[in-house]
Protein backbone atom coordinates (compact mmCIF):
# COMPACT_ATOMS: atom_id res chain seq x y z
CA UNK A 1 0.00 0.00 0.00
CA UNK A 2 1.40 3.31 -0.57
CA UNK A 3 0.36 6.76 0.52
CA UNK A 4 0.93 10.52 -0.08
CA UNK A 5 2.18 13.08 2.29
CA UNK A 6 1.70 16.52 1.25
CA UNK A 7 3.05 19.88 3.25
CA UNK A 8 1.01 22.56 2.41
CA UNK A 9 0.24 25.67 1.69
CA UNK A 10 2.13 25.45 -1.56
CA UNK A 11 1.48 27.86 -4.66
CA UNK A 12 1.72 25.82 -7.65
CA UNK A 13 3.84 27.97 -10.34
CA UNK A 14 5.16 27.06 -13.78
CA UNK A 15 4.72 24.41 -16.48
CA UNK A 16 2.68 20.85 -16.97
CA UNK A 17 2.28 18.88 -19.74
CA UNK A 18 -1.15 16.99 -20.09
CA UNK A 19 -1.11 13.23 -21.08
CA UNK A 20 -3.02 11.91 -23.68
CA UNK A 21 -7.13 10.92 -22.68
CA UNK A 22 -8.00 7.94 -20.37
CA UNK A 23 -11.38 7.77 -21.72
CA UNK A 24 -10.18 7.65 -24.68
CA UNK A 25 -7.78 5.19 -24.77
CA UNK A 26 -9.64 2.82 -22.49
CA UNK A 27 -12.20 3.01 -25.62
CA UNK A 28 -9.72 2.45 -28.41
CA UNK A 29 -7.38 0.19 -26.84
CA UNK A 30 -10.22 -2.65 -26.86
CA UNK A 31 -11.18 -1.20 -30.56
CA UNK A 32 -8.04 -2.80 -31.95
CA UNK A 33 -9.44 -6.05 -31.75
CA UNK A 34 -11.51 -4.99 -34.31
CA UNK A 35 -7.97 -4.42 -36.56
CA UNK A 36 -6.53 -7.15 -39.14
CA UNK A 37 -3.00 -5.86 -38.39
CA UNK A 38 -1.33 -3.69 -36.13
CA UNK A 39 -2.18 -1.02 -34.74
CA UNK A 40 0.57 1.62 -33.72
CA UNK A 41 -1.03 4.39 -31.03
CA UNK A 42 0.70 7.00 -29.78
CA UNK A 43 -0.02 9.38 -26.92
CA UNK A 44 -1.22 6.99 -24.11
CA UNK A 45 -1.38 7.72 -20.86
CA UNK A 46 0.88 5.67 -18.31
CA UNK A 47 -1.68 4.88 -15.60
CA UNK A 48 -3.10 1.73 -14.41
CA UNK A 49 -6.01 1.33 -16.05
CA UNK A 50 -3.86 1.01 -19.31
CA UNK A 51 -1.89 -1.63 -17.93
CA UNK A 52 -5.01 -3.74 -16.81
CA UNK A 53 -6.47 -3.33 -20.43
CA UNK A 54 -3.05 -4.59 -21.89
CA UNK A 55 -2.94 -7.92 -19.55
CA UNK A 56 -6.84 -8.12 -20.49
CA UNK A 57 -5.31 -7.73 -24.51
CA UNK A 58 -2.35 -10.68 -23.74
CA UNK A 59 -4.30 -12.61 -21.97
CA UNK A 60 -6.60 -13.30 -25.07
CA UNK A 61 -3.93 -14.01 -27.01
CA UNK A 62 -2.65 -10.59 -28.78
CA UNK A 63 1.08 -8.90 -28.47
CA UNK A 64 1.18 -5.31 -27.04
CA UNK A 65 4.73 -3.96 -27.45
CA UNK A 66 5.87 -1.07 -25.81
CA UNK A 67 8.06 1.44 -28.35
CA UNK A 68 8.18 4.42 -26.34
CA UNK A 69 6.71 5.53 -22.89
CA UNK A 70 3.67 6.37 -24.59
CA UNK A 71 3.38 4.93 -27.96
CA UNK A 72 2.21 1.03 -28.36
CA UNK A 73 1.75 -1.21 -31.02
CA UNK A 74 -0.89 -4.05 -30.87
CA UNK A 75 -1.18 -7.12 -33.24
CA UNK A 76 -4.37 -8.74 -32.42
CA UNK A 77 -4.06 -10.95 -34.90
CA UNK A 78 -4.56 -14.18 -32.53
CA UNK A 79 -7.71 -13.65 -30.25
CA UNK A 80 -8.13 -16.40 -28.09
CA UNK A 81 -11.02 -17.16 -25.96
CA UNK A 82 -13.40 -14.21 -25.94
CA UNK A 83 -13.53 -14.34 -22.25
CA UNK A 84 -12.73 -11.10 -19.40
CA UNK A 85 -12.47 -12.97 -16.29
CA UNK A 86 -13.00 -11.14 -12.93
CA UNK A 87 -9.68 -10.88 -12.20
CA UNK A 88 -8.83 -8.46 -14.63
CA UNK A 89 -12.33 -6.76 -15.27
CA UNK A 90 -13.46 -6.13 -12.00
CA UNK A 91 -9.83 -2.81 -11.67
CA UNK A 92 -11.82 -1.08 -14.42
CA UNK A 93 -15.14 0.26 -15.64
CA UNK A 94 -14.01 -0.02 -19.33
CA UNK A 95 -13.21 -3.46 -19.27
CA UNK A 96 -16.86 -3.96 -20.61
CA UNK A 97 -15.54 -2.08 -23.80
CA UNK A 98 -14.43 -5.53 -24.71
CA UNK A 99 -17.74 -6.80 -25.17
CA UNK A 100 -18.78 -5.07 -28.54
CA UNK A 101 -14.97 -5.68 -29.72
CA UNK A 102 -15.44 -9.31 -29.06
CA UNK A 103 -18.97 -9.33 -30.14
CA UNK A 104 -17.98 -8.11 -33.66
CA UNK A 105 -14.78 -10.30 -34.13
CA UNK A 106 -16.03 -13.41 -32.45
CA UNK A 107 -19.55 -13.33 -32.34
CA UNK A 108 -19.69 -14.26 -28.83
CA UNK A 109 -17.86 -12.65 -25.61
CA UNK A 110 -18.42 -12.95 -21.73
CA UNK A 111 -17.24 -9.90 -19.75
CA UNK A 112 -16.74 -10.29 -15.78
CA UNK A 113 -19.29 -7.17 -14.31
CA UNK A 114 -16.60 -4.15 -14.69
CA UNK A 115 -15.46 -2.43 -11.54
CA UNK A 116 -14.58 1.34 -11.39
CA UNK A 117 -15.20 4.22 -9.42
CA UNK A 118 -18.40 3.84 -6.73
CA UNK A 119 -20.97 6.25 -7.58
CA UNK A 120 -23.80 4.31 -6.27
CA UNK A 121 -25.72 2.04 -9.07
CA UNK A 122 -24.18 2.12 -12.44
CA UNK A 123 -26.35 0.33 -14.81
CA UNK A 124 -25.56 -1.15 -18.73
CA UNK A 125 -29.24 -1.31 -19.52
CA UNK A 126 -28.33 0.53 -22.29
CA UNK A 127 -25.57 -1.42 -23.61
CA UNK A 128 -27.59 -4.16 -23.19
CA UNK A 129 -30.18 -2.65 -24.95
CA UNK A 130 -27.96 -1.33 -27.77
CA UNK A 131 -26.34 -4.48 -28.73
CA UNK A 132 -29.71 -6.43 -28.32
CA UNK A 133 -31.30 -4.17 -31.24
CA UNK A 134 -28.31 -5.24 -33.55
CA UNK A 135 -29.10 -8.67 -32.88
CA UNK A 136 -27.26 -9.99 -29.96
CA UNK A 137 -28.48 -12.25 -27.41
CA UNK A 138 -27.27 -10.63 -23.86
CA UNK A 139 -27.69 -12.63 -20.79
CA UNK A 140 -26.00 -11.87 -17.38
CA UNK A 141 -25.14 -15.03 -15.58
CA UNK A 142 -23.07 -15.55 -11.84
CA UNK A 143 -21.53 -12.28 -12.70
CA UNK A 144 -20.76 -12.17 -16.06
CA UNK A 145 -22.13 -10.62 -18.82
CA UNK A 146 -23.10 -13.25 -22.28
CA UNK A 147 -23.49 -11.54 -25.55
CA UNK A 148 -23.98 -13.50 -28.74
CA UNK A 149 -25.00 -12.98 -32.41
CA UNK A 150 -25.05 -14.81 -35.41
CA UNK A 151 -24.76 -12.10 -37.16
CA UNK A 152 -25.01 -8.26 -36.22
CA UNK A 153 -27.26 -6.11 -38.00
CA UNK A 154 -27.16 -2.19 -38.68
CA UNK A 155 -30.42 -1.05 -36.49
CA UNK A 156 -31.96 2.56 -35.53
CA UNK A 157 -31.38 2.62 -31.47
CA UNK A 158 -32.20 4.98 -29.71
CA UNK A 159 -30.92 5.69 -25.77
CA UNK A 160 -32.75 6.38 -23.09
CA UNK A 161 -30.40 8.43 -21.24
CA UNK A 162 -26.96 9.83 -22.22
CA UNK A 163 -24.30 7.37 -21.91
CA UNK A 164 -20.69 7.79 -22.21
CA UNK A 165 -20.19 3.66 -22.01
CA UNK A 166 -23.15 2.82 -24.12
CA UNK A 167 -22.90 4.96 -27.06
CA UNK A 168 -19.43 3.22 -27.09
CA UNK A 169 -19.93 -0.42 -26.80
CA UNK A 170 -22.77 0.19 -29.58
CA UNK A 171 -20.21 2.52 -31.92
CA UNK A 172 -17.71 -0.88 -31.03
CA UNK A 173 -20.33 -3.12 -31.78
CA UNK A 174 -22.30 -1.55 -35.24
CA UNK A 175 -18.86 -0.99 -36.98
CA UNK A 176 -18.90 -4.20 -38.93
CA UNK A 177 -22.74 -4.79 -38.55
CA UNK A 178 -24.67 -5.11 -42.11
CA UNK A 179 -26.20 -2.02 -43.04
CA UNK A 180 -26.42 1.18 -41.24
CA UNK A 181 -27.27 1.97 -37.39
CA UNK A 182 -27.97 5.12 -36.17
CA UNK A 183 -27.74 6.09 -32.75
CA UNK A 184 -29.71 8.90 -31.23
CA UNK A 185 -29.70 10.98 -28.15
CA UNK A 186 -25.58 10.24 -28.06
CA UNK A 187 -23.04 10.71 -25.67
CA UNK A 188 -21.26 13.97 -27.22
CA UNK A 189 -17.66 13.82 -25.00
CA UNK A 190 -14.50 14.74 -26.73
CA UNK A 191 -13.16 10.61 -25.92
CA UNK A 192 -16.66 9.83 -28.17
CA UNK A 193 -15.25 11.65 -31.36
CA UNK A 194 -11.42 10.58 -31.07
CA UNK A 195 -12.54 7.26 -31.06
CA UNK A 196 -14.89 7.57 -34.16
CA UNK A 197 -11.94 9.31 -35.52
CA UNK A 198 -9.77 6.37 -34.65
CA UNK A 199 -12.57 3.83 -36.16
CA UNK A 200 -12.61 5.56 -39.44
CA UNK A 201 -8.69 6.09 -39.36
CA UNK A 202 -8.87 2.20 -39.57
CA UNK A 203 -11.57 2.26 -42.34
CA UNK A 204 -14.73 2.49 -40.56
CA UNK A 205 -17.58 4.71 -41.52
CA UNK A 206 -18.95 6.21 -38.69
CA UNK A 207 -19.78 10.15 -38.90
CA UNK A 208 -21.70 12.78 -36.46
CA UNK A 209 -19.98 11.89 -33.29
CA UNK A 210 -19.96 14.52 -31.16
CA UNK A 211 -23.16 15.49 -31.77
CA UNK A 212 -26.72 13.70 -30.78
CA UNK A 213 -27.01 11.37 -33.73
CA UNK A 214 -24.31 8.98 -35.04
CA UNK A 215 -24.64 7.32 -37.75
CA UNK A 216 -22.56 4.08 -38.90
CA UNK A 217 -22.46 2.46 -42.24
CA UNK A 218 -20.67 -1.06 -41.31
CA UNK A 219 -17.98 -1.90 -43.29
CA UNK A 220 -16.39 -5.84 -43.93
CA UNK A 221 -12.91 -5.27 -43.00
CA UNK A 222 -10.93 -2.56 -40.71
CA UNK A 223 -7.54 -2.30 -41.34
CA UNK A 224 -4.64 -1.19 -38.99
CA UNK A 225 -3.82 1.98 -38.28
CA UNK A 226 -1.49 3.97 -36.56
CA UNK A 227 -3.05 7.03 -34.38
CA UNK A 228 -2.66 9.63 -31.49
CA UNK A 229 -5.08 10.01 -28.44
CA UNK A 230 -5.98 13.24 -27.46
CA UNK A 231 -4.99 15.31 -24.35
CA UNK A 232 -6.99 14.30 -21.32
CA UNK A 233 -9.45 17.09 -20.66
CA UNK A 234 -10.38 16.09 -16.66
CA UNK A 235 -6.28 15.79 -16.43
CA UNK A 236 -5.67 19.26 -17.66
CA UNK A 237 -8.84 20.54 -15.83
CA UNK A 238 -7.39 19.09 -12.32
CA UNK A 239 -4.32 21.05 -13.04
CA UNK A 240 -6.21 24.19 -14.13
CA UNK A 241 -8.03 24.06 -10.59
CA UNK A 242 -4.87 22.97 -8.63
CA UNK A 243 -3.57 26.54 -9.86
CA UNK A 244 -6.75 28.28 -8.94
CA UNK A 245 -7.20 26.88 -5.42
CA UNK A 246 -3.51 27.32 -4.49
CA UNK A 247 -3.47 30.80 -5.57
CA UNK A 248 -1.00 29.61 -8.43
CA UNK A 249 0.62 30.60 -11.73
CA UNK A 250 0.56 27.55 -14.12
CA UNK A 251 0.69 26.81 -17.83
CA UNK A 252 -0.79 23.77 -18.63
CA UNK A 253 0.48 22.60 -22.40
CA UNK A 254 -0.76 20.00 -24.45
CA UNK A 255 -4.64 21.06 -24.22
CA UNK A 256 -7.61 21.24 -26.39
CA UNK A 257 -8.78 24.85 -25.19
CA UNK A 258 -12.39 23.77 -27.14
CA UNK A 259 -13.22 20.60 -24.71
CA UNK A 260 -12.11 23.42 -21.31
CA UNK A 261 -14.90 25.87 -22.49
CA UNK A 262 -16.97 24.68 -19.36
CA UNK A 263 -14.12 24.38 -16.79
CA UNK A 264 -12.01 28.04 -17.68
CA UNK A 265 -15.77 29.33 -17.40
CA UNK A 266 -16.46 28.43 -13.80
CA UNK A 267 -13.14 29.35 -12.72
CA UNK A 268 -12.79 32.83 -14.42
CA UNK A 269 -16.05 33.23 -12.50
CA UNK A 270 -14.05 31.76 -9.26
CA UNK A 271 -11.63 34.53 -9.66
CA UNK A 272 -8.97 32.69 -11.43
CA UNK A 273 -7.14 34.55 -14.65
CA UNK A 274 -7.10 32.49 -17.92
CA UNK A 275 -5.27 33.34 -20.93
CA UNK A 276 -5.90 30.80 -23.91
CA UNK A 277 -2.62 29.74 -26.27
CA UNK A 278 -3.44 27.11 -29.39
CA UNK A 279 -2.78 24.00 -27.40
CA UNK A 280 -2.21 25.48 -23.64
CA UNK A 281 -3.92 27.26 -21.44
CA UNK A 282 -2.43 29.93 -18.46
CA UNK A 283 -4.41 29.91 -15.23
CA UNK A 284 -3.16 32.57 -12.29
CA UNK A 285 -4.82 33.88 -9.26
CA UNK A 286 -3.96 36.69 -7.18
CA UNK A 287 -7.15 38.02 -5.62
CA UNK A 288 -9.88 36.01 -3.32
CA UNK A 289 -11.45 32.70 -4.60
CA UNK A 290 -15.41 33.45 -4.65
CA UNK A 291 -18.31 31.36 -4.65
CA UNK A 292 -20.19 29.88 -8.06
CA UNK A 293 -22.83 27.46 -8.26
CA UNK A 294 -22.27 24.90 -10.85
CA UNK A 295 -24.67 21.31 -11.86
CA UNK A 296 -22.83 19.12 -13.67
CA UNK A 297 -24.13 17.77 -17.23
CA UNK A 298 -23.03 15.32 -19.79
CA UNK A 299 -20.65 17.52 -22.69
CA UNK A 300 -20.71 19.90 -23.43
CA UNK A 301 -22.31 20.57 -19.85
CA UNK A 302 -19.73 21.09 -16.89
CA UNK A 303 -18.10 17.62 -16.59
CA UNK A 304 -19.20 15.34 -13.66
CA UNK A 305 -15.46 14.14 -13.62
CA UNK A 306 -14.54 17.75 -12.46
CA UNK A 307 -17.02 17.53 -9.95
CA UNK A 308 -14.94 16.68 -6.68
CA UNK A 309 -11.96 19.14 -7.52
CA UNK A 310 -14.43 22.40 -8.08
CA UNK A 311 -15.97 21.31 -5.05
CA UNK A 312 -12.56 21.32 -3.07
CA UNK A 313 -11.54 24.68 -4.63
CA UNK A 314 -15.00 25.96 -3.69
CA UNK A 315 -14.57 25.07 0.18
CA UNK A 316 -11.95 27.66 0.42
CA UNK A 317 -14.36 30.29 -1.57
CA UNK A 318 -15.78 33.56 0.35
CA UNK A 319 -19.33 32.91 -0.09
CA UNK A 320 -21.93 29.85 -0.63
CA UNK A 321 -21.66 27.93 -3.40
CA UNK A 322 -24.26 25.59 -4.18
CA UNK A 323 -22.33 21.83 -6.53
CA UNK A 324 -25.37 20.13 -7.93
CA UNK A 325 -24.61 16.62 -9.74
CA UNK A 326 -26.53 16.22 -12.61
CA UNK A 327 -25.12 12.60 -13.94
CA UNK A 328 -24.46 10.40 -10.65
CA UNK A 329 -26.52 8.78 -8.08
CA UNK A 330 -23.96 9.30 -5.43
CA UNK A 331 -20.69 11.28 -5.85
CA UNK A 332 -20.43 13.32 -2.82
CA UNK A 333 -19.07 10.26 -0.72
CA UNK A 334 -15.73 12.07 -0.91
CA UNK A 335 -17.16 15.23 0.91
CA UNK A 336 -16.51 13.71 4.36
CA UNK A 337 -12.59 13.62 3.93
CA UNK A 338 -12.62 17.18 2.89
CA UNK A 339 -14.85 18.27 6.34
CA UNK A 340 -11.60 16.25 8.19
CA UNK A 341 -9.41 19.21 6.22
CA UNK A 342 -11.90 21.67 7.66
CA UNK A 343 -14.43 22.02 5.07
CA UNK A 344 -18.43 23.13 5.95
CA UNK A 345 -20.27 21.13 3.40
CA UNK A 346 -23.55 19.78 3.79
CA UNK A 347 -25.01 17.37 1.19
CA UNK A 348 -28.73 16.56 0.26
CA UNK A 349 -28.77 14.14 -2.34
CA UNK A 350 -27.45 15.21 -5.43
CA UNK A 351 -26.53 18.82 -3.96
CA UNK A 352 -23.66 19.81 -1.92
CA UNK A 353 -23.86 23.76 -0.57
CA UNK A 354 -20.53 24.70 0.50
CA UNK A 355 -19.94 27.29 2.68
CA UNK A 356 -15.97 28.57 2.07
CA UNK A 357 -13.46 28.60 4.99
CA UNK A 358 -10.49 31.43 4.71
CA UNK A 359 -7.76 28.01 5.18
CA UNK A 360 -8.48 24.44 4.96
CA UNK A 361 -5.56 22.63 7.87
CA UNK A 362 -3.29 19.15 7.12
CA UNK A 363 -5.61 15.84 8.05
CA UNK A 364 -5.62 11.93 7.25
CA UNK A 365 -8.24 11.33 4.53
CA UNK A 366 -8.44 8.71 1.53
CA UNK A 367 -8.83 9.18 -1.75
CA UNK A 368 -12.39 7.48 -2.31
CA UNK A 369 -12.40 6.69 -6.40
CA UNK A 370 -9.83 8.24 -9.14
CA UNK A 371 -11.56 12.38 -8.87
CA UNK A 372 -12.11 12.15 -5.16
CA UNK A 373 -8.54 11.75 -4.91
CA UNK A 374 -7.41 14.68 -7.25
CA UNK A 375 -10.18 16.49 -4.62
CA UNK A 376 -8.31 15.59 -1.61
CA UNK A 377 -4.71 16.14 -3.19
CA UNK A 378 -6.10 20.02 -4.06
CA UNK A 379 -7.16 20.58 -1.03
CA UNK A 380 -4.08 19.29 0.67
CA UNK A 381 -2.03 21.19 -1.40
CA UNK A 382 -3.74 24.44 -0.13
CA UNK A 383 -4.03 23.84 3.47
CA UNK A 384 -1.92 24.11 6.78
CA UNK A 385 -0.07 21.68 7.46
CA UNK A 386 0.39 17.76 7.29
CA UNK A 387 -1.83 16.01 4.89
CA UNK A 388 -1.48 12.14 4.46
CA UNK A 389 -3.62 10.55 1.52
CA UNK A 390 -4.12 6.85 1.53
CA UNK A 391 -6.01 4.73 -1.34
CA UNK A 392 -3.46 6.24 -3.35
CA UNK A 393 -3.98 3.47 -5.97
CA UNK A 394 -7.62 5.37 -7.27
CA UNK A 395 -5.53 8.64 -8.22
CA UNK A 396 -2.85 6.30 -10.20
CA UNK A 397 -5.70 4.62 -12.03
CA UNK A 398 -6.20 7.66 -13.60
CA UNK A 399 -3.33 10.59 -13.75
CA UNK A 400 0.20 9.84 -15.08
CA UNK A 401 3.17 10.86 -12.37
CA UNK A 402 0.75 12.94 -10.42
CA UNK A 403 3.30 13.66 -7.74
CA UNK A 404 6.17 14.33 -9.85
CA UNK A 405 4.16 16.68 -12.00
CA UNK A 406 3.01 18.30 -9.10
CA UNK A 407 6.82 18.38 -7.59
CA UNK A 408 7.55 20.17 -10.25
CA UNK A 409 4.89 22.81 -9.89
CA UNK A 410 6.40 23.34 -6.36
CA UNK A 411 4.39 21.13 -4.30
CA UNK A 412 5.60 19.00 -1.16
CA UNK A 413 4.16 15.61 -2.16
CA UNK A 414 5.91 12.48 -1.12
CA UNK A 415 5.54 9.23 -2.10
CA UNK A 416 5.41 6.35 1.35
CA UNK A 417 5.14 2.83 1.33
CA UNK A 418 3.22 2.07 4.01
CA UNK A 419 3.53 -1.55 5.72
CA UNK A 420 0.62 -3.59 5.38
CA UNK A 421 -0.59 -4.18 8.72
CA UNK A 422 -1.22 -7.77 10.68
CA UNK A 423 -4.38 -7.73 11.16
CA UNK A 424 -4.00 -8.44 15.58
CA UNK A 425 -2.06 -5.25 15.58
CA UNK A 426 -4.15 -3.20 13.70
CA UNK A 427 -7.35 -4.28 16.09
N1 LIG B 1 -26.59 4.89 -17.29
C1 LIG B 1 -27.75 4.13 -17.35
N2 LIG B 1 -27.72 2.98 -18.12
C2 LIG B 1 -26.62 2.58 -18.80
C3 LIG B 1 -25.45 3.37 -18.73
C4 LIG B 1 -25.48 4.52 -17.96
O1 LIG B 1 -28.76 4.46 -16.74
O2 LIG B 1 -26.68 1.55 -19.47
C5 LIG B 1 -26.60 6.12 -16.48
C6 LIG B 1 -25.58 6.10 -15.33
O3 LIG B 1 -26.13 5.49 -14.18
C7 LIG B 1 -25.28 7.58 -15.14
C8 LIG B 1 -25.40 8.15 -16.56
O4 LIG B 1 -26.14 7.20 -17.31
O5 LIG B 1 -26.25 8.16 -14.32
C9 LIG B 1 -24.08 8.42 -17.26
O6 LIG B 1 -23.27 7.24 -17.24
P1 LIG B 1 -22.23 6.94 -18.42
O7 LIG B 1 -22.60 5.65 -19.04
O8 LIG B 1 -22.12 8.14 -19.28
O9 LIG B 1 -20.88 6.74 -17.60
P2 LIG B 1 -19.73 5.69 -17.89
O10 LIG B 1 -19.60 5.45 -19.34
O11 LIG B 1 -19.89 4.53 -16.98
C10 LIG B 1 -17.87 7.47 -18.26
C11 LIG B 1 -16.52 7.76 -17.67
C12 LIG B 1 -16.69 8.32 -16.26
C13 LIG B 1 -17.59 9.55 -16.32
C14 LIG B 1 -18.91 9.25 -17.04
C15 LIG B 1 -19.76 10.48 -17.27
C16 LIG B 1 -15.13 6.11 -18.73
C17 LIG B 1 -14.32 4.88 -18.60
N3 LIG B 1 -15.75 6.54 -17.63
O12 LIG B 1 -18.47 6.51 -17.40
O13 LIG B 1 -15.38 8.72 -15.88
O14 LIG B 1 -17.88 9.98 -15.00
O15 LIG B 1 -18.63 8.67 -18.32
O16 LIG B 1 -19.07 11.44 -18.00
O17 LIG B 1 -15.18 6.72 -19.78
C18 LIG B 1 -13.59 9.09 -14.44
O18 LIG B 1 -12.84 9.16 -15.41
O19 LIG B 1 -13.27 9.47 -13.29
C19 LIG B 1 -14.93 8.55 -14.62
C20 LIG B 1 -15.60 8.01 -13.65
Request: aromatic share 4%; proline share 4%; hydrophobic share 45%.
Amino acid sequence: MEKFIIEGPTRLCGEVTVSGAKNAAVAIIPATILAQGKCVIENIPNISDITVLFKILRAMGATVRVLNRSTVEVDTTYIGEPVVPYELARYMRASYYMLGTLLTRCNRASVSMPGGCNFGVRPIDQHMKGFEALGAHVSIDSGMINAQADMLLGAHIYFDVVSVGATINVMLAAVKAKGITILENCAKEPHIVDLANFLNSMGADVRGAGTDVIKIHGVDILHGTTYSIIPDQIEAGTYMVAAAATGGDVLVKNVIPKHLESIIEKLEKAGAVITEYDDAVRVARDGELSKVNLKTMPHPGFPTDMQPQMTALLSMASGTSIVTEGVWDNRFRYVDELRRMGALIQVDGKVAVVEGVPQLTGAPVRAVDLRAGAAVLIAAMAAKGTTEIEDIEHIERGYEDIADKLTVLGANVKKMIVPEKPLQAAL
